[in-house]
């Protein structure tokens, strides 16, 4: 298991809350809507695989678990007539892993 601990950063936007995501005290995920999928990606995109459980900083009791490979696939989706979904995530065209990485670790 692969602990990584996320805190919200800043205020809330109109947009929505934005997370950071720790890894061995690797800020991970710089600022997210939807850290832990994000993380999952980036794990995935280095090779790492099994699971994470997220934590607030410093917490005892996960708060969720999710198998990286099949996270990395996934986003979340919220309609104003429907509440939060799972969906398939489908990168931007321009989207690069690397280039995702190093800026959001940043």
Known sequence: MHRIEIEPIGRARSTGQRYRAMWNGEVIVAASKNPELETCRILAARGISGTIETFSPGGTVARMRIDIVRGAE?????????????????????????????EEAA
């Open 74 to 102: 996934l986003t979340t989706s919220e309609g104003e007539a429907s509440g939060p979904k799972f969906k398939r995530w489908q990168p931007h065209p321009s989207f690069q892993i690397d280039e995702f990485e190093i």
